[in-house]
Every structure is written in C-alpha cells, then in structure tokens.
C-alpha cells in the first residue's frame, strides 16, 4: 500500500473513531497533521476518503425519504421515529455525520491552499469540490434542523466544540457564499467525472438553495428564481441528455449514462450497502417463496435487504396504468390466486452474484430530468408567461414516460400541484421527496400536513429537535421551535 495512503487512512481513522461529540468531531492528533499535506497528492488522496465519508452521510432514507409519504412499513417493519412523525427531545436524530464530513471537508480547505501543485487547475478543482461539498452538508443541516451550528475549522482544538446555533437565514448566507467561491474555482464548465463534483453539481445545489430561500425561507426576492433558473439553463447546456429508457438511469449496466450529472459510486466488494435495500424484499422475512413471479423480484436470499419500509400505497395509486415509470419503481410479489402478498422497490435492483444479490447499484444525486423539473416549479413560481414553459418542461418526462402530454387545467396553482405530483413519480425513491415537499408547503402549494399521512391531525414540527444527548455534548445548543 502506498505510504500516503497508509498516512490518509490512519489521520482519518483517528478523526472517525473519535466521534463523539453532537456538534462535530472530537480533535484528532496534530502528529498525523504534521506528516501530511506535503504535496498534491495528499490533498487529492484527502479529497477521495471524504468521498468515501460523504458516501455513508448520503446513503441513508432519513433525510429524504424518512418524513413523506412514498414509504409504508414493509414486511420486517420497525420503521423510524422520524417515518411516524414522532419525534422529541429525547428520541430524535443528531447530526453527527455531517459534523463529521465537514471537520474533513475543512481540513482539505485549510491545509490545500499551502501546498504547491504542479498544475492549477487540478489544485482548484479540489478546493472547488470541498467547497461545494461543505454547502451540501449545511444544506442538509438548514433542510433537517433549520438553525445550525456555522463551523468552518477543523475540529483541532476542544475549543470548537461548544458553537450555538446560528439562523437559518446565516446558515443559508453561509451556502450560498461557499457556492459562489467553488463556482469561481472549477476549472472548466462540463463534467470530468461524474463520480466527482462538478461545476453543474454546485449549480444544481445553488438552484436548490435559491429556491428553498424563496419557499421555506419566504426571501420574497424574485431574483432567487431568476438566478436558479440561470444556473439549470447552465446545466442544461453541459452535454446531458434525457435518456430513452427511464429503468437504463438506474440499472448497474448503464452506470454513469447520458442523464447524470452526479453520483455517487457503489460496487460490490467495495461498498454495497446501497439504502434502497432498506424497501426491498427479503426470503428469509416476507413471502417471497410463495410468489409466482418471485424471479421477477430484486429480493435476497439473506439479510442483505432489510424491508423495513415498502412502496406505500399512495405513490403506488399516483401511477396511471399506461405509466412505464411503474413497474421500474415498484413490484408486487403475487401468490398463485392473484392475491398481492407485498410490494417492494424495483428500481435498484442490485446484481445477482453467486451466492445472493447485492444492492450495487450507483446513488444518484443529479440527473437532468431533476434539472427539468425544478425549473418547471421555479418558473411557476414566477408566473405569467412562464407558466406554459414549466408545462412544456414537464411533459418531457411525461412524454418518456408513455402518458403524453399534461392536458390538466392551466391555472397556476393546478400547475404548481401538477409538477410536484410528476416530480413524485419521477424521482421517486431517489431522496428528493422530503425537500421538495417542504419547498412545495413553504410555496403555499399543499399544506404538508394534509399530505403526508403519518402528519396528519398532528402537530410535529418539520424540523429535527435538539435532542438531550446532543445538549449533554453542548449546553450552548437551543431547541428547535415547536418542541
């Protein structure tokens, strides 16, 4: 093994095996610090295990899936706290992980600037990642908790650990601002390797910042929508393309199609744990043997999936029959009488090795068909003539999809609710359901707790509390409002 790899792997070990503060990350060994970040390639070596880091801080259905509505317990149940909407102060989540992507996330954006690179370029395109990575993570922050901590040192000295939250108004200041210095950095304006941030990725996640600031956070400022509108019309220029087939997006043999813009990498052997395994079926807990077209389910012999959650009812109902969106996103496993015995997810369905199936199939972060959709909502949200714009994007994905153009009423609200009904059906199972439910309630669009069942007649704020466990680690933490 190399010896700088050998030097990255143990800086990082001591820096994850020392998680245990709420806030952030406890402070790691200056003996590790004083032996790296000598050349470039510590710096690119540092950059691939944050990735690996991010990986694990992504893969997970809490911060997407976990609070809407396209889940239902599955056949193992024991779904989470945060799926049934209860939710207090001593039963929540902590925000550990992303704490502990951003303590390395820093690291690289103190340490890279003093190391001397042979080329440029490749020196920004690191800083440009770690920069548009770090807006990520705070995005998941404003999104899931709503005022956060700002911390943007290192976590080497204990006197980083006791920071106070900030508003949500600074912590969305503070993306925007780390957006706008990676978007000054990326060398070119395509997409080198879509297993790596890009230019287009810190545009997609500016245009999602923008918009969450006119909706949740009620900026009233229109220039939120013009600017995120520019920065997909951007993406849309960068050489992707809608592909013809929607299941080729998803399937491992079509990795990295025309369609995406971001993913994250997943393969057997080296890391296959892929969240969607968490709605898939498993023989050794549902009934898979005693359905008919059990050769026809992505399920596993073992417990590699976990179905903890299954398909729900109302994202099943919201597919017309004639979608073929349909039987990509979910199958039912029948028995002999016809009778369906459980429905799982079908759109992750693994590889089937010698032994079992796993669940390598890449997580997609950005796609074009998210680009299309998001500007279909930003437009109707700038209303006028850009209504029958936002109609006309939609019905690129409706058209792939088989059911033809969108002939509903053109009234803006009907609109409105109509491209957040096809950004369910596309993008379902995908972690965009929860934000864009939260956007679609801040617009005014549907009252979220009429929509989401487990909210209903209930009055569970939509962000995460603080919980005690995390107060114990830091007195300066103030709970979140409503709990």
């Not at 939120?224 to 043999?253: K, P």
């Not at 796609?367 to 003539?385: F, I, Q, S, T």
Request: proline share 4%; net charge negative; with cysteine.
């Amino acid at each position: 093994m190399n010896i700088k790899r050998i030097i990255w792997l143990g800086a990082l070990t001591l820096s994850l095996s020392a998680c245990e503060s709420q806030l952030e990350i406890d402070p790691i060994s200056d003996i590790s610090n004083a032996n790296y970040w000598q050349s470039s390639s510590d710096a690119e070596g540092y950059l691939t295990g944050t990735y690996n880091n991010f990986r694990s801080l992504i893969d997970r259905v809490t911060y997407g899936e976990d609070r809407g509505d396209a889940l239902q317990p599955g056949s193992r149940g024991g779904v989470s706290r945060a799926h049934t909407q209860r939710l207090d102060n001593e039963n929540g989540y902590d925000w550990k992980v992303i704490f502990t992507n951003l303590h390395h996330v820093n690291m690289i954006i103190k340490h890279t600037p003093g190391i001397s690179f042979g080329d440029q370029n490749a020196k920004n395109r690191i800083l440009a990642q770690a920069y548009t990575m770090r807006a990520h993570d705070y995005m998941l922050l404003l999104q899931m908790w709503g005022d956060a901590p700002i911390v943007l040192e290192p976590t080497e000295s204990d006197e980083s650990n006791k920071e106070a939250r900030q508003s949500k108004q600074a912590v969305m200041a503070r993306i925007l601002s780390d957006l706008e210095t990676a978007l000054s950095l990326f060398p070119e304006k395509t997409i080198p390797n879509k297993y790596r941030i890009s230019r287009p990725s810190a545009l997609m996640l500016k245009a999602e910042a923008l918009a969450w600031n006119y909706t949740v956070l009620k900026s009233s400022d229109r220039q939120n929508l013009t600017d995120a509108i520019a920065c997909l019309e951007e993406i849309e220029q960068c050489g992707v393309a809608l592909v013809d087939n929607y299941a080729d997006i998803f399937d491992v043999s079509h990795r990295l199609n025309s369609e995406i813009i971001f993913a994250i990498y997943v393969r057997f052997g080296e890391y296959d744990s892929m969240y969607a395994l968490n709605f898939t079926e498993s023989a050794v807990q549902g009934q898979v043997g005693s359905a008919v077209n059990k050769d026809q389910i992505p399920y596993s012999n073992g417990n590699i999936a976990a179905p903890y959650y299954a398909p729900s009812a109302k994202i099943k109902a919201a597919f017309t029959q004639g979608d073929k969106r349909k039987p990509v996103c979910f199958i039912e496993g029948v028995n002999a009488a016809g009778k369906v015995l459980f429905t799982c997810q079908n759109k992750f369905r693994g590889t089937p090795y010698e032994k079992d199936r796993y669940y390598d199939n890449d997580i997609v972060v950005y796609r074009l068909a998210d680009v299309h959709l998001l500007k279909a909502e930003l437009l109707c949200y700038l209303d006028g003539g850009n209504v029958a714009q936002a109609v006309g994007l939609m019905n690129k994905t409706r058209n792939r999809a088989g059911i033809g153009d969108y002939t509903g009423p053109t009234d803006l609200p009907s609109v409105q609710r109509a491209v957040l009904d096809e950004r369910f059906l596309e993008l379902c199972f995908e972690l965009k359901r929860w934000p864009d439910l939260m956007r679609a309630h801040g617009a005014g669009t549907i009252n979220v707790y009429n929509e989401v069942p487990n909210l209903n007649g209930k009055s569970t704020p939509l962000y995460f509390p603080i919980t005690l466990n995390m107060r114990d680690y830091n007195e300066n933490l103030t709970q979140t409002e409503g709990y």
